[in-house]
């Protein structure tokens, strides 16, 4: 028997006061994450601790204090719980004498199916990453497409609930690159918990608007682009509406208690500060009914995963 | 309070598995190697002494005199000849196992196998017993499957107490001697493809661990008997007497000695093993 039992009100993936230090550098201070189902990308500048923390979570290293749970089970402790997982590797060393459907045969058979199985199981992975034609190549004649594809494949074979993808985009052609980011939407949309590690934040945002950033080993933000951005108190919300009235909206805009600022850019449009972002765009709408303020269209100019990031790590 | 009851829910967990995970380790591992010729010309060649014995058996039985007049372990059927018989075997253990074993760990290292392993349901022990199993199988090759050949074929060829001898007795002394032997040249093996990142690397240390040893315990034998313990594979021929009811095979080291020495190679190797196998990626 599996030997754990599944609480299912508690988070799919759960981090508590983990910290991971290697002799005297720590790598990961104190970190406490809870996540639930949907894509998660785990940003963090080279070095500040997202590749270690992405191994703790997936219970590839034990944290040196603190402890990483799935479903409230510790994951180490029950290795049994891996059955949950599929991880996928940023480096793109492989098994290079094996062919892929060999080596997808060994993955999913560690993971204690039978002969039948394993081989449905691989031929279905396959054909979701679209590998089914170059199935029986050997892995070291693969372009480097072709190996992230299959090294997903292999995260996804046994149907996994947490899914970790280390760098997942990495060395991919624009359309491997469009069909891999639409696989994980729809894993994510699926109810899975998605965890996607990347320092190329246009690739995150493609994936995802919600996000945990780690910055000098400690978890700086957590939650939704939108959300964290309006956290950011010194550094109000940028909005920018094209208006056919220009000066009648700036001058509604700035008697709101939730604009703090309002100008006219170089591009006549008119541009708002507000400090709570999240409120003002649950107000907008009604504003601009009730006062027939035609807006012809808004833009934030720096909720963007970038600007979020700029101005928590100072980049 | 979030709400995390909104998770996937078409995952179940049986808790049931078709097959121990150390198993489809182990059957990829043997399944790969035989696919090299080279390899299968080897073991072929392992098989020489075998099959010379064979033929020696069924003349022994066939035209009695005529083959006694060779002498030596080679007309011997009883166990301490099969003893004897694991001793010529030896430079093929050496050299087969340098090529099943040496890369086992190694490749995993280099090629990020361990991440791909431990991010499935398997821990340490499954993984060293799936890849020792490689090792012993092919072990098996060279050592305990000829004789189980050799038994069966001199049973075929001989009758009365021979032929009991040779299908119950024999077997099973050479099946606890070459277990105990292949579980701890496996040990010792893994530990040193653990350690490196070049399989060249893994095989040097172990030919210098197996013949290197050897020879330098026989030197030293010359001036003190009882230096022939620092000899590798000595100690396991030694030690198998005690399974074969064979006369020591060194002079200064009793048998028991031996098998202490080995089994501390085994508990020296399972510590390396629990050091050096982390389920981190290795970067080049």
Known sequence: MSGF??????????????????????????????????????????????????????????????????????????????????????????????TGREFLSLMVRLMGYDSAEVARRTDEALELVRLSDAADTRIGGYSKGMRQKIKMAQALAHDPEIIFLDEPLNGMDPVSRREIVDLVKRLGGEGRCVVVSSHILPEIETMTRSIALIHHGKLMAEGDITEIRDAIEDRPTIVAFRSPEPRRLSSFLAGQDLVVGVELDEFGRVVARTDHAVSFYRELPGWLLAEDLPVDEFQTLDDNLQAVFDYLVGG | MPVYERGYRHWEDSGRRAAPAWWAIARRGIAEPIKSRRLLFLLVVAWVPAIVKGGILYFTFKMGELTRLLGGAWTDITAPGFHAFLKWQSPFVLIVLAIIGANLITKDRRENGLALYFSRPLGLVDYVAGKGAIIMFYYFTVTLFPIYALCI?????????????????????????????????????LAISAMMTRTAFSVMWWVLLVAGTDGLAEINALFDARLAVMGFPGQFLNAGTLFFGASPHLEGVTPVVSLAVVLLYAAVGWLLLRHRIRPVEVVS
């Not at chain 1, 590839?60 to 059955?83: D, K, M, W």
């Open chain 1, 5 to 98: 039992a599944t609480d299912r009100s508690a988070p799919v993936l759960h981090a508590e006061r983990v910290s991971k230090w290697f002799g005297e550098v720590i790598a990961v201070n104190d970190c406490t994450l809870s996540l639930g189902a949907g894509v998660t990308g785990l940003l963090g500048l080279n070095g500040a601790g997202k590749t270690t923390l992405f191994k703790l979570m997936s219970g590839l290293i034990l944290p040196s204090q603190g402890e990483v749970t799935v479903r409230g089970n510790r994951l180490r402790r029950e290795v049994g719980l891996f059955r949950r997982v599929g991880f996928c590797p940023e480096s793109d060393a492989l098994f290079d004498w094996l």
């Open chain 2, 153 to 189: 074929f001199g049973y075929l060829v001989t009758n009365g107490a021979t032929g009991m001898e040779m299908l119950l007795e024999i077997p099973l002394r050479a099946t606890a001697y070459c277990l105990l032997a292949g579980a701890v040249y496996a040990l010792v093996l």
